[in-house]
């Protein structure tokens, strides 16, 4: 699911972080231990808070192979805590931060509607914390970590709120795994930074990056199998793609790779259940709890909706230049493709995909219990069954939207319209795409 793959890449992050030091230090490799160093790992991922450089802070504990070191140059040497602001000795911008753990501060948990707020004074070197409301006695005290959903809560933090007070996501990304942008920016990523994140420098790609990109090009042939729009399935020639459905699909998988990795083509997002949940407090009465505002029903999911667009195209579509526009889309840079509604028959052929992958994806969550009320409130096992509860609402949300919109279109759509088929049950076979996967390698 969405969050566990959150949690296996942050768990992927520390154990790379861990091979690349003992590979790195022989000293490290004879002294430190997994466990420690995972234990020390996890807290500064938890506890470490941003503050800006001062110089009464950086003279604090210098070593005396440091003690020469002019401020900004020392500032320098920690360029990647911040890896696109630089320092020179004439650069005075205040953007350039740095982390520091702070005891008591860290113990406050976050909250979307906190009741404290915490900044760093920089003349003083510390975190001053404040009261931003009148805080009534047994309250929890809470401040804001930044925007967070409940998945990223409890995949980084090791808690939720569970009070609808945060965003929930989820993600049909059924029969491959993200290796780019998988949800923890510039701090973790399986694939080099520059093969999805526009902002970073080209490097070379070793050889366990093809590797992986090669595993992650066959499970992406599964999203091409079903040629919705065609009556009959595709074959693809194993020398070229000679025919124009042919070379559609060739162009269609290339795009396709593009967007594997990156995350807004895959995942749904659905608003607040409850956005102005209060902190955790005593029970309140019933008629103040109803009486709060319940936030707006929406989903976020206009890149999964373009993906199914892509997934569906057909030779007809784009007033029947639809190979042109993908070819003349690869000759720019690497960005996200983007397709727009078109028309009627291939927008019910792209409802009807994303209603395919959210039933999919929901399939991943049979057998769970769903129901928090048995465990104990702030246990990892309700934590879990709260997540799990989201999560399936969240494609809950869009599976209906998409079924609604696909019904709607096929019903107002006049006898023998063309386009109008999709393979509601089955697929065609896996093998007929096979020659994909050597088509791109000549490229």
């Known amino acids: 699911t969405y969050t566990s793959d959150l949690i296996y890449h942050f768990q992927r992050m520390i154990e790379s972080e861990f091979e690349a030091f003992r590979d790195a230090s022989a000293d490290f490799k004879a002294n430190v231990k997994y466990q420690d160093y995972l234990a020390a790992r996890v807290n500064v991922i938890t506890r470490a808070f941003s503050s800006q450089p001062t110089v009464e802070g950086m003279l604090w ?174 074959v693809m020639s194993a020398k070229a793609a000679s025919r124009a459905d042919e070379e559609l699909k060739l162009l269609k998988f290339r795009h396709l790779i593009r967007l594997a990795n990156n995350r807004q083509s895959w995942i749904v997002q659905i608003p607040a259940a409850d956005p102005n949940a209060l902190p955790n407090q005593p029970a309140e009465p019933s008629t103040e709890k109803a009486a709060r505002k319940k936030g707006k029903l929406g989903i976020a999911a206009t890149g999964i909706i373009s993906m199914c667009r892509l997934l569906s195209l057909t030779v007809e579509d784009f007033e029947g230049n639809a190979i042109h526009h993908l070819r003349n889309e690869l000759r720019e840079p690497p960005a996200p493709l983007s397709i727009g509604k078109q028309g009627n028959a291939l927008e019910y052929r792209a409802m009807s995909c994303v209603v395919r992958l959210g039933n999919a994806a929901l399939g991943r969550y049979g057998g769970y219990e769903n129901d928090e009320s048995q465990f104990e409130v702030g246990t990892r096992e309700w934590a879990a069954t709260v997540i799990r509860k989201g999560e399936v609402r969240a494609l809950g949300m869009l599976l209906q939207t998409a079924a609604r919109e696909s019904k709607r279109l096929k019903k107002a759509a006049k006898p023998g319209t063309p386009g109008m088929f999709v393979r509601e049950e089955g697929s065609c076979p896996i093998e007929y795409s096979m020659p994909l996967l050597e088509l791109i390698k000549r490229d």
């Open 61 to 234: 504990g210098r070593s005396d192979d440091m003690k020469d070191l002019d401020v900004s140059e020392e500032l320098a040497m920690y360029e990647t805590s911040n890896p696109l602001d630089h320092l020179d000795s004439g650069d005075t911008r205040s953007t350039f931060q740095l982390r520091a753990m702070c005891p008591l501060l860290d113990m406050y948990n976050s909250h979307p509607n906190p009741n404290a707020r915490w900044k760093f004074d920089s003349e003083t070197s510390s975190y001053i914390v404040t009261a931003s409301e009148t805080i009534p006695s047994k309250h929890s005290i809470v401040v804001s970590y930044g925007k967070y959903s409940e998945g990223h809560l409890f995949a980084k933090y090791g808690y939720i709120n569970g009070d609808g007070s945060s965003v929930m996501e989820a993600s049909v990304a059924v029969f491959h795994r993200l290796l780019g942008d998988v949800g923890l920016g510039r701090q973790f990523s399986p694939l080099p930074f520059d093969l999805w994140d526009g902002d970073s420098a080209v490097v070379a790609v070793d050889s366990r990056a093809k590797d992986s990109m090669e595993i992650q090009a066959k499970e992406l042939l599964r999203y091409l199998t079903f040629d919705d729009g065609y009556e009959e399935c595709i």
